[in-house]
Structures are given as C-alpha cells and as structure tokens.
C-alpha cells in the first residue's frame, strides 16, 4: 500500500473521527494527520511537520477554505505533486469541475454511513 500517510484537512471533529476510524479499519499502518482548517495544514506542509503521500480536503472551513488551499498548494513547487481528493458534502457538478480545475484528483461525496465510507475510501487508500 503506497499511501502511508494521510493528510485530512477537515473543520468537523465527528468527520474526522470517522475518517481515522475507517482508515484504521482499512489498514492499521496508515498514519492520519488531521489540520482543522487550510492556513494550518499549509502551515504544517510547508514546516514538513506533515509530509503526507496523499490529501483528502473538505471544502468548507474557517481562516482559508478548500478552495483557496488548493490553489496555494498546486502553485507550491515542493507540494504540488501530493493527491489532493476533495472530501466534502457538496454534490455540486460545478464545484466537481471547480476543483478538478484547480488541481484536484477527484470530489468524494462525503458518505451517509461508515460502511459507505469504507468502500469509498478502501480503492484510493489501498491502490
């Protein structure tokens, strides 16, 4: 499995419980580092306290918001290269194109179930 670090940048403490919870189910190796908000995960990227192998974003948060991170981080030459997945509740086909324009891998609907959530997650985290 490639991805052994994962970088979640979420605002919503239930989210990122479940997140960790689902990827811990999927495999115990993998190392979840959670940012609450974009000015920080970039704080804590550029400082290398994080040096994740793959990002799942949610796109509404305080300070600086998905959007604007992911502009930053895709113009950033040392970052640009990490997977950004776009994980939020939009279910916007805009806000898919928007991201997809920005740089991001692709836009996860955030699921209603931890099931759900498992099987989203287990063909990205384990290809």
Do not use: W, Y
Not at 1 to 28: G, H, R, V, Y
Not at 47 to 65: C, H
């Amino acid at each position: 499995m490639p991805f052994k670090q994962i970088f979640l940048i979420d605002d919503d403490i239930d989210d990122q419980e479940l997140f960790i919870s689902a990827l811990k189910n999927i495999d115990q190796n993998v190392d979840c580092r959670v940012s609450g908000n974009g000015q920080d995960a970039l704080r804590k990227l550029n400082n290398r306290e994080v040096i994740p192998n793959l990002i799942f974003l949610d796109l509404n948060m305080p300070l600086m918001n998905g959007h604007e991170f992911l502009q930053r981080i895709k113009k950033d030459e040392s970052l640009k290269h990490i997977p950004v997945f776009v994980f939020t509740t939009s279910r916007n086909p805009r806000t898919i194109e928007d991201v997809k324009k920005l740089g991001a891998q692709d836009l996860i609907t955030k699921p209603n179930s931890f099931n759900e959530l498992l099987l989203l997650l287990r063909p990205i985290v384990c290809e």
